[in-house]
């Protein structure tokens, strides 16, 4: 059904982190939206978020794997992606993880070498415990902290330097299996309460590095909750996140800075003009061709980006989250979808040409009296 | 280098928003830490009518003193409330 002719639309799906989406909000439980979309457009752009599962995963090489620190200025056109075919992952691992609970992630890493055949390595840890606080913003949003910033940097420019093209990070967060919140989000009707300070510290290391970064927290294991809600099952299965972190990064695309974009900080690596680019293999802001959001959260910097550049802009409403940042309030135009199963059909609507008012009854007439 | 949560409100005026959200927030790292000092993560919370967009964003600060809320004064006419998040 979802197979087209024509060429991909790139197509940019953006499931906030930590904001409670019924959708995607829980662990990995946008993936099956995730893949519809990119056989809809042939090519999806998306973050972790909206990808990782923990012990599961997907891969698909019509989808690329970009943290949302660098999703947002390739929106924003300050970044292209360059497809890969694969990289090594280096693995940084917190020096406040314990014993045991490290020599799980580093089994997790070893199956992913001796089963999927990834290029993982080298592995270090932190200097010092590095300190994850965890906090909830005025709208409830999740948010986070980390105690000491440079030792994450300093320890992420040594995997560079020892040969890593992308980093998976481990982090302790702090346990608290009693708490109501984790009961909630494990029964279904809470927030993600890591997923802020998660993203914190993707995006501290994406920005300082230039490579393609993403996070897995270190946690003790749980007690069984008989009634663990299906999107949130795949955080049971296993000692650790990692695997679905590893498996995302081995495809990330490059980030290049472009020339005429914000600055990046990146170290040696100057802007690039974009007219350098072969279009047929590298991803640029201009060759997107549909944005998907939750409804209720179109105030992110790609979405604002890709909609005041004129990009469709996809809101599925039966995506409700904590917030109401919709198209009304920010006087934005969208296409609304009821389910990201809607969303794909405009999608591939879009690219095959289709005008989706055309799809819609009634159909207005062009001209509802001559003058 | 410390990272630090703050939200703000902004009105915002004709034009698009994205323009005048990255100008706010690149004046809230001028009050909050100066040279180095930008925005890591945002997002839009809210919108209301009255008050305009609701901004929370976490901040990274290259400078250690940190600068209270009570002692800044917003300097645009658009900024009408800034506030520092409950501390983790």
């Known amino acids: 059904m979802m197979s087209s002719g024509a060429p991909p639309l790139p197509t940019l799906l953006v499931i906030p982190t930590g904001v409670g989406c019924v959708v995607g909000g829980y662990a990995g439980d946008g993936l099956p939206a995730a893949r519809l979309l990119a056989a809809a457009s042939g090519c999806l752009i998306t973050h972790p978020n909206a990808m990782n599962a923990a012990s599961l995963y997907w891969s698909d090489p019509r989808i690329q794997y970009v943290e949302g620190w660098a999703l947002d200025r390739f929106a924003a056109g ?77 320890a992420g420019e040594r995997l560079v330097a020892a040969g890593a093209t992308a980093i998976a990070v481990v982090c302790r967060f702090p346990d608290d299996p009693d708490s109501e919140a984790l009961a909630s989000y494990r029964q279904g009707s809470g927030v993600d309460a890591l997923a802020g300070a998660e ?21 003790a294991p749980l007690p069984l909750d008989p009634a663990l809600d299906p999107r949130a099952a795949a955080e049971e299965l296993g ?6 972190v590893l498996v995302g990064l081995s495809r990330a695309p490059d980030l290049i800075p472009l020339a005429g974009g914000r600055p990046s900080r990146f170290p040696g690596r100057p802007a690039v003009q974009p007219a350098a680019f072969a279009p047929a293999t590298t ?29 469709p802009l996809i809101a599925v409403t039966g995506n409700p989250c904590l917030l109401q940042v919709d198209g009304q309030a920010l006087g934005l135009p969208v296409l609304e979808a009821a389910s990201y199963a809607e969303a794909a059909g405009l999608v591939l609507a879009l690219r095959e040409g289709l005008d989706p008012a055309c799809l819609a009854r009634p159909l207005p007439p062009l001209l509802t009296r001559l003058s | 280098m410390r990272l630090q949560a703050e939200t703000l409100w902004l009105q915002p005026g004709p034009g698009p928003l994205l323009p005048q959200l990255r100008a706010e927030l690149g004046q809230l790292c001028q009050r909050r830490g100066g040279a180095g000092a930008r925005p890591l993560r945002w997002a839009l919370t809210a919108a209301e009518q009255g008050r305009g967009v609701r901004i929370e964003v976490v901040l990274v600060l290259e400078a250690p003193p940190a600068v209270t809320a009570s002692q800044v004064s917003p300097d645009t006419a658009q900024a009408h409330a800034a506030e520092t998040l409950p501390q983790e």
């Open chain 1, 283 to 311: 991803l640029r802001a201009d060759s997107l061709g549909a944005v998907v959001a939750p409804a209720g959260a179109l105030g992110g910097e790609a979405v604002l980006a890709c909609a005041e550049r004129g990009v």
């Open chain 1, 239 to 244: 000692h650790t996140f990692l695997p679905c």
């Open chain 1, 199 to 219: 993203a914190v510290i993707s995006h501290l290391l994406v920005e300082h590095l230039g490579i393609p970064c993403a996070h897995a927290p270190a946690l």
């Open chain 1, 78 to 154: 300050d970044l292209a992606l360059q497809p890969v075919a694969g990289r090594r992952v280096g693995l940084l691992l917190d020096a406040g993880i314990e014993q045991q609970l490290l020599q799980r992630h580093l089994q997790a890493a070893e199956a992913c070498r001796a089963s999927l055949g990834l290029a993982i390595g080298p592995v270090l840890c932190s200097e010092a415990p590095l300190g994850v606080g965890l906090s909830l913003g005025p709208s409830g949003v999740s948010w986070g902290t980390l105690e000491h910033p440079d030792l994450l940097l300093r």
